[in-house]
């Protein structure tokens, strides 16, 4: 198999629920601490990473609610499902983003898992929580563009 360039990008999922919910203020990129047959198992794509988001403790960033089920050939050296990782970041992104996690209403979550080159890479953003109102303009907004790409598309043909 041919090697992948080292700026190649590769989408394994991504969090389609986070920009429902969130306003997505500030994006990073943060390597992820991995067994082997997790790498294995995101190949596949079969992780879920909708309830996922990221918390900082004693310096270090780790990611809690992400599930890569198990790979099926890997017996007995399987992982566990929903274990929790560690990020790999810089010091000063992680002080960085520590100080704005702990002011009011905001989160970090992730958004995408892709593979950069030969490496996993995940996709951080620093969000605040939708209200109701802001849900339902958003839908809004999503129902106006698609009729007008309707009507475009109609009158092309």
Known sequence: MAKQPADHVQVIAT????????????RMEAGIVLVGSEVKSLREAKVTMADGWVEIRKGQAYLYGIQINEYAQANRWQHEVA?????????HEIDKLGTKT??????LIPL?????????????GLATNK???????????ADDKREIDRAIKQRRQ
């Open 15 to 26: 969090n389609r629920k986070a920009s429902h919910d969130f306003h997505i203020h500030e």
């Open 83 to 91: 274990r929790v990782r560690k990020l790999l970041m810089h010091r």
């Open 102 to 107: 702990t002011q009011k209403g905001f989160t």
């Open 112 to 124: 995408q898992l892709y593979f950069k080159g030969a490496r996993v890479k995940v996709e951080l």
């Open 131 to 141: 209200k109701h109102h802001d849900k339902r303009e958003a839908k809004r907004l």
